[in-house]
């Protein structure tokens, strides 16, 4: 994957990389939990560097950005392309920048040479989740295929604002 190209949530996501309302209790508990099913789902992610990458990067600073969202990442060194997890919770206390409780979540495994489409992506996401309504219907999503084609929707949207 060249790091010119970009890319969108919905291009990532797919339907067994999707958790809809998990009840894990504590952050450490749950951050172990989507790095086992990351790699589950990605083999080459090594669930055990995985999370211990994940977990030094929330003790350096806590991924939970605001408005009820975190987005765990880390590099994966054997990681051939990002891999996207993406889930829902009942809500969990993060250490969020605003002291809320997080209920969504981005977890990302970076390849460590691929720091432009990173950082394009991780843009992407936070520029989409301002939409209070795109949250509030990721949080009632009753299936992983609704939550995809919320997805499409939303960047449909922001890509047709953006062509004006």
């Known amino acids: 994957m060249s790091s010119s190209r970009e890319i969108s949530v919905s291009d990532l996501l797919s339907t067994e990389a999707i958790l809809l309302d998990l009840t894990e209790t504590d952050k450490t508990q749950l951050l172990h939990f989507l790095c ?33 969202i975190a987005i765990p990442h880390a590099f994966a060194g ?3 392309k990002i891999h996207l997890l993406f889930a829902t919770h009942t809500g969990v206390e993060y250490d969020s920048l605003d002291g809320k409780p997080v209920n969504i979540f981005f977890m990302l495994a970076i390849p460590p040479n691929e720091n432009k489409l990173y950082a394009s992506f991780l843009m992407k996401i936070s520029q989409l989740m301002r939409t209070s309504k795109l949250r509030d219907a990721l949080m009632n999503a009753k299936s992983p295929k609704e939550v995809i084609a919320l997805f499409k929707k939303y960047e449909n949207i922001e890509f047709n604002l953006k062509s004006v």
């Open 36 to 68: 086992t099913r990351i790699s589950e789902m990605y083999p080459d992610i090594d669930p055990q560097q995985f999370f211990t990458d994940i977990m030094k990067r929330e003790n350096d600073l806590s991924t939970g950005i605001g408005n009820h």
């Open 78 to 80: 054997f990681a051939k």
